[in-house]
């Protein structure tokens, strides 16, 4: 492919780096004692156990183990390119972990990278896991050509906040939810 035909180059690298899915990555250095994992469609588990680490951060279990998704749905969920399930693991425990959405754009030939929940447990943070993650969350999106991550935090989540701030350029916006039962 010619350099003067960028959308063809981005199209070819896009039908590259989708055949070739990554499953299992490493933390952001050698010292870690944990490694980012990025769950596939045979990690039901783990994916699992990410939820129940969100459940308890967020103090809401009902909403992320009461009704757990069946197999099939999660094997869908997980085998999709556009989904994004990392875990950080240590002595095969989940002790953090983020799920991000794909979205694709429709102004440009382009993506943005939604981080949809991000959580560490209470016993293993201040060590770098969270960054870590984004860190992660950052080479595959860049692998699919995504022009930037976005993510939202919440008033008073003052460590959130911080840590946003220190990797990315914060915006004051309104979020809405708006019922889809008309």
């Given amino acids: 492919m010619a350099w003067t035909d960028p ?4 199209m070819q690298r896009q039908r590259a780096t989708m055949q070739a899915r990554p499953t299992r ?12 994992d990025r769950l596939g469609p045979g990690d039901a588990g783990a994916f699992a156990d ?11 279990m009902e909403t992320y183990t009461g009704q757990r998704p069946d197999a099939e749905y999660l094997r869908s969920l997980l085998a999709d390119d ?7 693991i240590e002595d095969d425990a989940v002790i953090g972990g983020l799920v991000a959405y794909t979205l694709r754009k429709f102004e440009r030939q382009r993506s943005e990278v ?3 929940d991000l959580a560490v447990s ?9 960054t870590a993650l984004i860190h992660a969350l950052q080479r595959l999106a860049t692998e699919r050509g995504a022009w930037v991550i976005f993510v939202q935090a919440d008033h008073g989540d003052d460590p959130a906040i911080a840590l946003y701030t220190k990797l990315g350029t914060r915006e004051d916006v309104l979020h809405f939810d ?3 039962d008309c």
């Fill in 25 to 36: 990555m490493s933390a952001m250095d050698n010292t870690s004692d944990f490694r980012i």
């Fill in 114 to 116: 939604y981080i949809y």
């Fill in 50 to 60: 990410l939820n129940t680490l969100f459940g308890e951060v967020f103090e809401d």
């Fill in 178 to 180: 708006i019922a889809v």
């Fill in 82 to 88: 556009g989904v994004f399930a990392l875990a950080a």
């Fill in 7 to 10: 959308a063809g180059w981005w």
């Fill in 122 to 130: 209470v016993a293993h943070r201040r060590r770098g896991i969270a």
